[in-house]
């Protein structure tokens, strides 16, 4: 079977799969600012132990109301047909582009756009909504270009003395300079936060070099006492559109070996 005709029966296959989730809109909690609420998808789990907060990558843009095809194995965490179904997601949707140029300063454009007050304030405005909705602790996922938004809030965070809203980060495919500074953020002596890597073994995103990042992970290990999991994907498939928005950076075909090799690590995580 070709790649393409596998990759179409594959697609077909995963939107057959059809998840419970509710639309959810965030009141702006700036009121001076006048600005619409944040529109969120919640899936919620059975006897859920924590919350997954993704940020999306990309343009930080939502499609198919938070049912794409990336974030399913996540979301499946919430659904005990496919897992334990001990795990609430949420997807937060920007109300704007977190990514308006895709020339040789489209890494700048994206850091000077997902450091904006107004991301900020959002991504926060979420994490108290569903502090108090579900009384969970929160795991803040961000993937690609979401791994900046995560690297971001962290820095916001400490410096507002606010760590505690959240009790562990994931963090996918990201760029090499969010992968750096984030292991920076995680290995100050005052954090001790758990945090898991996803990095495919064939990624061929240009902005992701696996051996520098394992690399930038494993030092984390090394210094942390907390728990650091580093998970590499293996399998899926290849895709000739750009490497940074398919393919192995989406983890095309592996979305099972996502889910079997994430939920273990995540159960390890003691939360208080």
Known sequence: MNKILFFFLFFLNLHNICLSSEQIQIEYSDKSANQPATTTYYFKGTNSKALILFLPGGDGIMYSNGTDLFSLPFRLLTDKNFSQGKYDFASINSNKSLQTRKDRDWLNNVYQLRSEKDHILRVEDAINYYKSKTKLPIILFGHSNGGVSVEILLNHLIKENKINLISGIIVSETNDTAAREIRTILTKPE?????????????????VNYNYQIGQ?????????TLVSIITIEGGIDSPNDPCYSGYHMYYGAD?????????????????
């Open 191 to 207: 954090i001790n936060l758990p945090s898991i890597f996803l990095i495919h073994k064939k990624t061929r995103c240009s902005s």
């Open 217 to 225: 992970f494993e030092k984390i290990a090394e210094e942390k006492k």
């Open 256 to 272: 099972k070996e996502v889910l079997q090799k994430i939920e273990p690590e995540l159960s390890k995580i003691k939360f208080k």
